[in-house]
């Protein structure tokens, strides 16, 4: 348990919310070391979880500053943050311009995704400041509270993890909708489409957790039957090269700035 107190902006939202519950959940934070803010100054957390209306406020009570807002809303936050550690959870709002508003002394970019919610994210996070060894096992813990994380080299990595890890669910939930609306194309009635789609995408996720994918596509690519026809007949269509595509135009939004 950290002995630090931490203050989440934004920490009755559904990603500052998630991570709250999941801090306090695993021990990470006792609850009187933990404030959140909103603007409503309503939420749900048992005391000592202190609530604050105001955000300079907040940080002025806390040692590390978690950022869980959206990036339009950044342009709006007026906060004097020196002397703290600020973890931003926004996308597309680079680490020099979050120094320059905040006067933070250390700023950490960590894009989780909605996965949170289930504490299966993978969460991203790159420091644009020398941390010492306590303030890396403090985010590294922190966002291991949610899933797994891992601190990357630079903050381009962030930009482009932003349209891969970032967008969570999202690519699945692509790929099942395919699978349906292909499926009743096909004459599937509807519901049958959405249990075998759901097995796919539920399903197969939870052997990837057990397995390498590419020894997986190898062993059922070996059958040389159906598996083998669908794996080959997207591979000739260029999946690897149309994802790209996709991510890279999401990571270009991100280092413009959204």
């Given at each position: ?50 609530l604050l209306a105001d955000n300079q406020q907040l940080v002025a009570l806390s040692d590390v500053v978690v950022l869980s807002i959206r990036p ?74 949610v899933g797994t994380a891992d601190e990357v080299p630079n903050e381009d990595c962030i930009d482009y993890l932003s349209a891969l890890s970032g ?32 097995g796919v995408v539920v399903g197969g996720g939870q052997l990837l957790a057990r397995h390498d994918p590419q020894e997986m596509i190898k062993a ?39």
């Amino acid at each position: 348990m950290h002995n630090r107190t931490l203050g989440i902006i934004g920490g009755t939202g559904w990603l500052g919310r998630a991570i709250a519950e999941a801090l306090l959940d695993s021990g990470f934070i006792s609850p009187d070391r933990l404030l959140v803010s909103n603007r409503s100054g309503t939420h749900t957390f048992e005391p000592p979880v202190r609530l604050l209306a105001d955000n300079q406020q907040l940080v002025a009570l806390s040692d590390v500053v978690v950022l869980s807002i959206r990036p339009e809303q950044f342009r709006e936050l007026q906060i004097n943050a020196k002397g703290k550690l600020v973890i931003s959870l926004m996308a597309g709002i680079p680490a020099a311009a979050i120094r320059a508003a905040t006067g933070a002394d250390a700023v950490i970019r960590a894009m989780p995704n909605a996965a949170v919610e289930i504490r299966q994210s993978f969460t991203p996070w790159y420091s644009a400041d020398s941390l010492s060894e306590q303030d890396r096992a403090l985010v590294q813990g922190l966002f291991e509270c949610v899933g797994t994380a891992d601190e990357v080299p630079n903050e381009d990595c962030i930009d482009y993890l932003s349209a891969l890890s970032g967008t969570g669910p999202a690519l699945a939930a692509m790929l099942h909708q395919a699978l349906v609306s292909q499926a009743v194309a096909a004459g599937i009635p509807p519901a049958i489409a959405q249990h075998a789609a759901q097995g796919v995408v539920v399903g197969g996720g939870q052997l990837l957790a057990r397995h390498d994918p590419q020894e997986m596509i190898k062993a059922l690519m070996a059958y040389r039957g159906v598996t083998a026809a669908v794996v080959q007949s997207m591979a000739d269509q260029g999946i690897d090269a149309m994802v790209g595509r996709a991510v890279q135009q999401g990571a270009e939004v991100a280092r413009r700035g959204l």
